[in-house]
């Protein structure tokens, strides 16, 4: 008697408590479930006129936009390209990449700057800079400080310079007050679409870096930018007030922006849950995202796609030497199941080159694109005798579940995969030191020349690709130097179809992060979409405002 | 620092104490239902798999991704990469086990062995493990994972190598502060006396005296040994997906958490249950071992 | 095999009635001597720490300048962080400025590591003593009530719960607490951290959740280890049986005497476990978003700054050895036999 007495009391005290444990984390499920959200934002047009004043504070991923351990001094931030927000509050930018409130009509418009114009067959660059601009420390914004920035930020030993030929005799120099020259020995057609993205485009006041030196400015740097640094700490927390000098009028609508960062998508879920903060950008988790959407505090963005995923093969090593195994892989690889397994709902545009719906040059088809077909793949691993494959990627949530729904479709085709998440640092290390075989990796962007563009992954120039072709690379090349729009569609096109012919790399899912805010918060970038130019949407921070 | 070593005797007699059963039925209850229980844990996940019909962890058609409860073929439903649930938490228990169990193990015989030497042969020899111990202690573990992720990288080998690593210095202590006391009881000094050799007077003397003591200690770890494996996919370590294990499940489901709450719910009672009838088991095994 | 050498300190009997003398030179010598002892521990980590790290593949200069840098640009890297030295030779450059007050400049951020450390610190130590003091002050009664009945109701919750508590990942319980208090019911901050400027009481509320969050794996430890060793000592100890032959009530038996001598080996876990509570800040400070320590650490694991990661790490392994001393101190004022014993 005593022993059953005994189990049973063990019985009623596990029961409940494993009860316990279920229901406080279904609790994560419900939260509220309402009214379903088309994901594509609100236009701009229909909320009512902005209104001026409250305060914003936006969550950033601490692994990526929210990461700025080397300081948010342009010349030195090595993060740059992934610190849009803090960058372009304080320092605002030359250009901007803005688009009309359903994201389409993508152009470059300046900001800071007034026009631009090539001349010497591309190879020169004039940029006149905006008349009356005033840095926040009261410091003019002229053309002699933005050549000082240039000339800095070229020389950095940063991997945030940029890669500008410039000739070795007054590379940059100011003419006047507004004007600012730029002579390179080769043209650079992408040199403008690449802006928005890079440090150059960042003007920070000499005055204010020679008054507070290298180490202090990388803290509280000093720009022309709509909001000033109130208190900063690397990595954690940015807080900006309102600029009083800046040079739009009525602008910026907020009077104090906060920037905190925070580790992973899902702390930053329940935080925007909790009210405690008014958005989070570049969410990438799809469940999460899907999660959003059902929630009625939120206004869920998702950016046009630009970037699709691409599978990476080391063609300079066995086994991805050889064209059939290459072939193998883009027979044995079903981006559609993917699409509509993992991102059900999302509808996500699976593409057959470096560009997506989203950005320029984008052609649904490549002539001559291998697709899915399991006894094609089949037979050509059996022609190969056998097929071992590494498919590795940066591991982030959404990229682990491609590479496993990969893993599974390949081994299907009798080839043998294991697969390896890495950390970013280990993924730099595998490409210089050339041992890998397969990367999921993202390959394009709004531009394709521009960011982590089709020559970041496919010219032999660059450290991260898996293919050295003299041909390919004369496509990149011509393209770079033109900057005719439809002489560099037709060679883009010719490089797909030469990249879809030669069994490089095959493409896939466009998938791109979303911006998650709370109602009543505005703002191009935010609630509306803008084509990425690397991974995430770049913020019009100005013009973000919130209902009163 | 003796004073760590008094109390890690103190610890390891204080984590196993439990209330001494009285009654010839209370001690066969309360070991035998949690032996039954591990039996039971170690059968399903080992055996389940091969005797049930059951879908494998891995290689799910992403199309049937995110199945609720019983669906068909899977009872309790799919992940979002279309592998049944059940069974990767079979498997993925397999995994937990070998990690939990072996890590054990390593830090039973090393830790015990290094702690029980330390003390028997005393000196300056005593000292130095024991500060060596120290130092270990107060290195924070997070490096050497960082270290071992990075240059060996992920797989089931390295997971155990720094988990076991880690396990040893406080295995260690126990031992040895459980051997002083041995080496002040008659016996030992008996056998001394009679001139047994120093390996067989530990084989022989030492080894079933402060065995239970370890072993209770040791079914405790097993719970923290797998959840830390899950927590290493933090930093790069742990049992490399997509084989499943309770811990990396448990950790990938809590990056979506708010929408698939499900993939951490199933694991974390699976480690609950293993957890509670090990502990259980420790207990009463202890408690029967010293009652002796 | 001299006895005297391996004799330990046998389990406290005396109370805290002879503190008084605590001040004589005896003392002062076992104060001294755990000091001395705790500078080879030292030195033992940080080697260790350097070694270790300089395991880890890959040249950090290379990681931090990237693929554009010239090798002349790295080289210089490597040079202004002395990289290109040899292990032994850093170390010692490392030894020399550290015990000048120099812990160096991080790698990434220009930043010097004493104005990283003076902005973060007092976060990561407001975490952790909080989590100290919410932990022991529930473990304590928890314990008691438990013990006083061995084997009763109370007494089987407690120890299922604190056996459930450790078998929780703490990265859950921690979203888990979000989840409930800051989300559900809309009382407590989600993330974020209030400073101490800005009021003790939005402080205090800051520091809530990720408090509990570290606070209920320690609680239950605390709880599962001081409720065996009452149980120990009311069932086994000589002592307490004389005292209930006295007619002392069991209350009173348990409060006095057995928790007292309990409370020994309670400062000793808790020494114990600063260590690993320390490297916990590490998750807690990411969901949160804490500005801390662990933060920190974090970023320079990501971001490859050897500077900052072999520093904290070996601040983090100075706490908890500095922590260990000072419980041995403590024990020993508390306990005048290990202050005259025999080592």
């Not at chain 1, 907020?254 to 925007?272: E, H, R, V």
């Not at chain 3, 755990?34 to 300089?54: D, E, Y």
Request: charged share 15%; with cysteine; hydrophobic share 45%.
């Amino acid at each position: 008697m005593r022993r059953i007495a005994n189990v049973n009391r063990k019985a009623r005290l596990l029961g409940p408590l494993a009860a316990l444990l279920a229901v406080a984390m279904a609790v994560a499920a419900c939260g509220s479930s309402a009214s379903s959200n088309d994901g594509k934002g609100d236009a701009g047009a229909q909320v009512g006129p902005a209104q001026s004043g409250g305060s914003l504070t936006v969550l950033e991923d601490a692994s990526f936009a929210g990461g700025y351990a080397s300081g948010l001094d342009p010349a030195t931030n090595t993060t740059g390209g992934a610190n849009l927000p803090q960058m372009q509050s304080i320092f605002g930018g030359l250009f901007l990449l803005r688009a009309d409130d359903d994201g389409s009509n993508a152009k470059i418009v300046p900001n800071q700057a007034e026009s631009y114009a090539f001349s010497d067959g591309g190879k020169t660059l004039t940029i006149k800079l905006r008349p009356g601009i005033k840095f926040s420390d009261g410091t003019p914004f002229d053309a002699q400080t933005v050549v000082w920035n240039m000339l800095r930020d070229t020389s950095s030993p940063c991997s945030c310079a940029p890669t500008w030929q410039l000739t070795k005799k007054d590379p940059i120099v100011a003419k006047g007050d507004l004007t600012v020259v730029i002579h390179m020995t080769q043209p650079n057609g992408a040199l403008i679409s690449n802006l928005p993205i890079s440090n150059v485009n960042w003007i920070a006041s000499k005055t204010a870096f020679q008054k507070l030196g290298a180490a202090k400015f990388k803290v509280a740097p000093v720009g022309a930018g709509p909001f000033t640094v109130v208190s900063d700490q690397l990595s954690s927390e940015l807080v900006l007030k309102k600029n009083p000098n800046y040079f739009k009028k009525g602008l910026p609508y907020l009077d104090k922006l906060t920037f905190k960062s925070i580790g992973g998508d899902q702390p930053a879920y329940q935080a925007l849950e909790a009210g405690q903060a008014d958005a989070y950008e570049g969410m990438s988790t799809s469940p999460l995202i899907t999660q959003a959407m059902k929630n009625s505090k939120f206004t869920v963005t998702l950016g046009p796609a630009t970037s699709p995923y691409v599978i990476q093969l080391n063609t300079m090593k066995a086994p991805f030497n050889n064209i059939k195994a290459r072939q193998a892989i883009y027979y044995a690889t079903d981006f559609d199941a993917i699409s509509k397994g993992l991102f059900k709902g999302s509808d996500l545009p699976v593409s057959e080159s470096f560009t997506a719906p989203g950005g320029l040059f984008y052609h649904e088809k490549v002539p001559g694109y291998l697709h899915y077909d399991l006894d094609k793949a089949k037979a050509l691993v059996k022609e190969l005798g056998g097929l071992n494959v590494q498919l590795g990627t940066t591991a982030i949530y959404t990229a682990n579940q491609v590479i496993t729904a990969l893993q599974t479709q390949w081994e299907k085709a009798g080839i043998k995969v294991t697969t390896k998440p890495m950390q970013l640092p280990q993924v730099i290390q595998a490409f210089t030191g050339g041992n890998w075989q397969a990367l999921l990796q993202t390959a394009g962007a709004w531009d394709p020349a521009a960011g982590v563009g089709v020559a970041f992954r496919f010219a032999s120039t660059s450290p991260f690709t898996g293919v050295k072709d003299p041909k390919l690379d004369n496509y990149f090349l011509q393209a770079a130097a033109t900057t005719d729009s439809a002489q560099r569609d037709k060679l883009y096109q010719q490089a797909a179809k030469y990249i879809a012919q030669k069994a490089y790399a095959p493409f896939g899912i466009a998938f791109t992060p979303a911006n998650i805010v709370a109602k009543g918060v505005h703002g191009p970038g935010l609630t509306t979409p803008i084509p990425a130019l690397a991974v995430n949407t770049q913020t019009i921070w100005d013009e973000v405002w919130r209902e009163q | 620092m003796a004073v760590i070593d008094a109390s890690s005797a103190q610890l390891e007699t204080a984590l196993a104490a439990t209330t001494r059963p009285r009654g010839r039925w209370r001690v066969w209850v309360r070991t035998w239902v949690p032996a039954g229980m591990v039996v039971f844990i170690l059968a399903i996940c080992f055996l389940g798999p091969v005797v049930l019909p059951i879908a494998k962890p891995t290689g799910g058609d992403v199309l049937e991704s995110g199945l609720s409860p019983f669906s068909s073929g899977h009872l309790l439903g799919t992940d979002s990469n279309g592998n049944d649930i059940l069974s990767r938490l079979l498997y993925g228990g397999r995994a937990s086990l070998e990690v939990g169990i072996t890590v054990n193990l390593i830090g039973l015989v090393i830790g015990g062995g290094i702690g029980a030497i330390s003390a028997y042969v005393g000196g300056i020899v005593d000292t130095l493990i024991m500060r060596g111990l120290d130092v270990l202690i107060a290195f924070p573990s997070l490096v050497l994972t960082l270290a071992v992720a990075q240059s060996l990288g992920p797989s089931k080998r390295n997971t155990i190598f720094a988990l076991a690593f880690f396990s040893i210095p406080a295995v260690a202590r126990i031992a040895r502060s459980s051997t002083l006391r041995l080496r002040e009881m008659p016996f030992m000094q008996a056998a001394q006396l009679c001139g047994s050799p120093w390996w067989r007077i530990l084989l022989r003397h030492i080894t079933p005296n402060i065995g239970p003591q370890l072993i209770s200690f040791a079914a405790l770890g097993m719970g923290i040994v797998i959840v830390t494996e899950g927590a290493l996919s933090f930093l790069g370590l742990g049992i490399p997906p997509p084989a499943p294990s309770w811990g990396n499940m448990i950790f990938d489901g809590q990056q979506s958490m708010s929408a698939t709450p499900m993939e951490v719910v199933w694991p974390s009672v699976a480690l609950l249950i293993t957890v509670l009838s090990f502990n259980q088991l420790g207990e009463s095994l202890r408690a029967r071992w010293s009652g002796r | 095999m001299s006895v005297a050498s391996g004799l330990l300190p046998t389990r406290p009997r005396t109370g805290f009635g002879r503190l008084g003398r605590a001040a004589g030179s005896p003392l002062v010598r076992l104060i001294v001597k755990r000091v001395l002892l705790a500078i080879p521990i030292l030195l033992g980590v940080s080697v260790l720490t350097f070694w270790v790290l300089s395991l880890i593949p890959g040249d950090p200069a290379r990681a931090m300048l990237g693929m554009n840098a010239t090798d002349a640009q790295v080289e210089a890297l490597r040079h202004e962080y002395h990289l290109d030295e040899s292990g032994p030779q850093r170390y010692l450059d490392w030894l020399t400025g550290a015990l000048h007050g120099d812990l160096g400049t991080s790698m990434v951020s220009s930043q010097t590591m004493s104005s990283m450390l003076a902005d973060r610190w007092a976060v990561t130590f407001e975490l952790v003593a909080l989590a100290f003091i919410v932990s022991l002050a529930a473990a304590v009664p928890v314990a008691l009530l438990a013990a006083r009945w061995p084997g009763g109701v109370f007494d089987r919750i407690s120890m299922l719960c604190s056996v459930t508590g450790l078998a929780v990942a703490n990265y859950v319980l921690a979203l888990l607490l979000v989840l409930v208090f800051a989300v559900e019911v809309n009382v407590l901050p989600a993330i974020g951290y209030v400073g101490l400027g800005q009021g003790l009481g939005p402080n205090l509320k800051s520091m809530v959740l990720p408090t509990l969050a570290m606070a209920i794996p320690l609680f239950c430890f605390y709880t599962r280890f001081l409720r065996g060793d009452l149980v120990d000592q009311m069932q086994s100890e000589d002592y307490v049986d004389t005292a209930r032959a006295k007619g002392i009530g069991p209350w009173r038996v348990l409060w006095m005497h057995a928790f007292r001598n309990s409370s020994f080996g309670m400062i000793t876990i808790v020494g114990l476990n600063i260590g690993t509570l320390v490297g916990g800040t590490v998750i807690i400070e990411q969901i949160f978003a804490l500005p801390g320590l662990g933060q920190l650490l974090l970023q320079g694991i990501n971001t490859r700054d050897t500077v900052v990661v072999q520093d904290l790490v070996i601040i983090f392994a100075a706490i908890a050895v500095f922590a260990n001393l000072l419980v041995d101190v403590l024990y020993a004022v508390l306990d005048p036999r290990i202050r005259y014993g025999s080592h």
